[in-house]
């Protein structure tokens, strides 16, 4: 079992940055596709990112592509989404995943692929 814990939510400004991360408790980390997602208020749950195990290929929903930067450091055990140029439409609770599985392009996004969740961090953007 793969225990992750998000942390850097918050509030901020339009046009602010906001930096989260995921904490993974096993040291197979490095052997784990991890992926962001989000879900608002009434909305679906929504894919945000993912990157590979070695960090090779980084995987961009559509509504965060250019502004979003998802990276990892595996000696930490954490993965991380620097989010540039805030939108209050990305408000949402944004959820850390981990899948043991191979993926690659659109084969990243679906979240019933990943087997561990995190409890979610709250990101409110204000207009």
């Known amino acids: 079992q793969v225990q992750l814990v998000e942390s850097g939510g918050g509030l901020v400004h339009a046009g602010g940055s906001l930096r989260l991360s995921c904490a993974a408790s096993?040291?197979?980390?490095?052997?784990?596709?991890m992926g962001w997602f989000r879900q608002a208020p009434g909305k679906e749950r929504e894919f945000v990112a993912a990157i590979t195990r070695s960090g090779s290929n980084l995987y961009y929903g559509d509504a965060v592509k250019g502004r979003f930067t998802i990276s990892r450091d595996n000696a930490k055990n954490t993965v991380y989404l620097q989010m540039n140029s805030l939108k209050p439409e990305d408000t949402a609770v944004y959820y850390c995943a981990a899948r043991a599985h191979y993926c690659s392009g659109y084969g990243c996004y679906g979240g019933d692929e990943y087997e561990h969740w995190g409890q979610g961090t709250q990101v409110t953007v204000s207009s």
């Open positions: 096993r040291r197979t980390f490095s052997s784990y596709v």
